[in-house]
């Protein structure tokens, strides 16, 4: 049992730590995004680099190496690598496919390749749960898509969203303890690492939507 984890979170951390931002604005631009804007490998400082093309691009790989790590626990769990033969318990697929999920969103955020320094998480978070909890994700894009619509604080619709989507899982889709455990560990991450947002929306100076951003505001990708 402890085999499978190891193999589905090493796989995902290794997907997640691929810093698409970084790598695509490194190859068409010849600039270290780091040193641009927040500093953020993510999809929205791609963008406001001026490189809205490989902000979108950003975004979709982000998103794609979260549902890929995901979508590697279920090959696997449904695999005769997790045989319930002789006596051996199986390690149910949602478990084994949240533990994924959390992997891509640790090598997002912490990517071995940058010195640990990655992006925000949700993007890739966003990917990993579309196969994960669909009916979730429905409800937590919703709750962001209002909260962003009211205040025009799109960290605030992030982070709301994240707080909420544990919740959901476990009343919408009936999620079992360990794989609810392991979905607040993401969303942990992802409260955590708005943590400049949090602090800029107690003090009232948090970038709205639409308004013109401050080089050094944080994205949440």
Known sequence: MATLFIIVAAVGYFLGAIPFGFLLV????????????????????????????????????????????????????????????????CVPATRLMAAGALAAVLGHVFPVWLK?????????????????????????????????????????????????????AHFVEHAKLPSVLLVSAIAALIVLKHSQNIRRLLAGNENRFGNKKSPAAEERA
């Open 116 to 168: 640990f320094r990655g992006g925000k998480g949700v993007a890739t978070g966003v990917g990993a749960f579309v196969l994960l909890f669909p009916k979730t994700l429905l409800i937590a894009l919703l709750l962001f898509l209002v909260v962003v619509a009211i205040t025009r604080y799109v960290s605030l619709g992030s982070i709301l969203a994240a707080m909420v989507f544990p919740i959901s």
């Open 26 to 89: 490194k190859f068409f631009r010849g600039e270290d995004i780091r040193l641009s804007g927040s500093g953020n490998i993510g999809a929205t400082n791609v963008a406001r680099s001026g490189a809205k093309g490989l902000g979108i691009a950003t975004l979709v790989l982000d998103a794609l190496k979260g549902l890929l790590a995901v979508w590697f626990g279920s090959v696997l769990a449904h695999s005769t690598f997790n045989s319930c033969a002789a006596g051996i318990e």
